[in-house]
């Protein structure tokens, strides 16, 4: 079965950093690329970030670029997402989600999310 | 960037109705990446339709997907109970993905 758990969320203050993880199990992690979606209290669903299933390449939207980074460890099938500058309007929860493949890029799992809150 | 507008923004049907929802698109999407997701409160969401028609795994057929250029449809032929939920389409192109806002089907 696959697992994509989240963690590492939380309060952190206006120009803040933070680095979320995602644990994943059930599925051979190092042959698909990742994903990052996040989604804002009572709003719709806004990609973050993509990353290749060897690390690369990656993608960011324009709202997190030169601010966040992906990566990812293939020997701990765990995907990161580390945040910096971080800015009221990034609250929301954080999901990961496993790409189902390049025939779709459809995310066919998701976990179950992780609140991050950027307040002071 | 490719945007994506769903209509209606909300759905008032019955149960044993018949929902159909939309997806325009900014510029044409190929069909191979247009995507729909089902979402209900506090879950993540869920994958229904990838390819513009192709089932996912345990979804039933009462859902559907058709569309191609930049107009894209769900149908749910016969609504269940369960079915009341937010729906968004995403497509890919470009490395990046993009959402609709998302069309909620709630119960008249």
């Known amino acids: 079965e696959v697992q994509l758990l989240e963690s590492g969320g939380g309060l952190v203050q206006p120009g803040g950093s933070l680095r979320l993880s995602c644990a994943a199990s059930?599925?051979?992690?190092?042959?698909?690329?990742m994903r990052w979606v996040r989604q804002a209290p009572g709003k719709g669903l806004e990609w973050v970030s993509t990353?290749?299933?060897?690390?690369?390449?990656?993608a960011y939207a324009d709202s997190v670029k030169g601010r966040f980074t992906i990566s990812r460890d293939n020997s701990k099938n765990t995907l990161y997402l580390q945040m910096t500058s971080l800015r009221a309007e990034d609250t929301a929860v954080y999901y990961c989600?496993?790409?189902?493949?390049?025939?779709?890029?459809?995310?066919?799992?998701w976990g179950q999310g992780t609140l991050v809150t950027v307040s002071s | 960037e490719i945007v994506l507008t769903q209509s209606p923004g909300t759905l008032s049907l019955s149960p044993g109705e018949r929902a159909t929802l939309s997806c325009r698109a900014s510029?044409?999407?190929?069909?191979?990446?247009l995507v729909w997701y089902q979402q209900k409160p506090g879950q993540a969401p869920r994958l229904l339709i990838y390819?513009?028609?192709t089932r996912a795994t345990g979804i039933p057929d009462r859902f559907s997907g058709s569309g191609s250029g930049t107009d894209f449809t769900l149908t749910i032929s016969r609504l269940e109970p369960e079915d009341f939920a937010v729906y968004y389409c995403?497509?890919?192109?470009?490395?990046?993905?993009?959402f609709g806002g998302g069309t909620k089907v709630e119960i008249k």
């Open positions: 390819g513009t028609s």
């Open positions: 510029q044409t999407v190929s069909n191979s990446y």
């Open positions: 059930g599925f051979t992690f190092s042959t698909y690329a």
């Open positions: 990353v290749g299933s060897s690390g690369g390449p990656t």
């Open positions: 989600g496993k790409n189902q493949g390049d025939y779709s890029r459809a995310i066919d799992y």
């Open positions: 995403q497509q890919y192109g470009g490395s990046s993905l993009t």
